[in-house]
């Protein structure tokens, strides 16, 4: 939350910390099963596949590392925050985007949610403005969206 310590205003206070979910690592996750899927493989082909199938499960662990990491570090370098006076929003660390609301200036919040993030709970969650003024843009694969929703509604 480093971030958000430094723009947090002197009388401003956190009411809740949002977190991308878990599920930004299922690429890796995909392809760390094709990788021991592969592996299994290789203990029942014969030697010529088997030493196909351990080559290929190399790459997709490998992959899997890569894709890993990448998913850590979108999730570590984005930060979602609501404080009793405001919204804030910010992605990246070199780059960095960042978006703000007022609370006052909230008009509705919506969350959805798939089959597998009702299951899962995440979810997309949309911040519009009063006004009809767009907001803050869509938030993707957000950890537990509807308790988001609740602390900006309980303002």
């Not at 599920?23 to 299994?40: D, E, F, M, P």
């Not at 890993?68 to 780059?95: C, M, N, P, Q």
């Amino acid at each position: 939350m480093s971030y958000i310590k430094h723009v947090l205003q002197p009388d401003e206070k956190v009411v809740f910390v949002g977190r991308l979910s878990w599920i930004v690592y299922h690429r890796a996750i995909v392809c760390v099963i094709v990788a021991l899927v592969l592996v299994a493989l290789y203990g029942v082909s014969s030697n010529s596949l088997a030493s196909l199938s351990l080559g290929v499960a190399a790459i997709f662990g490998v992959l899997a590392l890569i894709s890993a990491i990448h998913a850590w570090f979108i999730r570590w370098s984005t930060e979602i925050v609501v404080t009793d006076k405001r919204i804030i929003y910010k992605r990246g660390l070199i780059t960095r985007h960042t978006a703000e609301m007022n609370m006052d200036k909230v008009a509705t919040v919506d969350v959805d949610q798939s089959i597998w993030g009702r299951l899962f709970d995440f979810g997309s969650v949309r911040i519009v403005g009063a006004g009809g003024s767009t907001g803050i843009e869509r938030l993707d694969r957000i950890g537990a969206p509807i308790k988001l929703r609740n602390a900006i509604d309980a303002r």
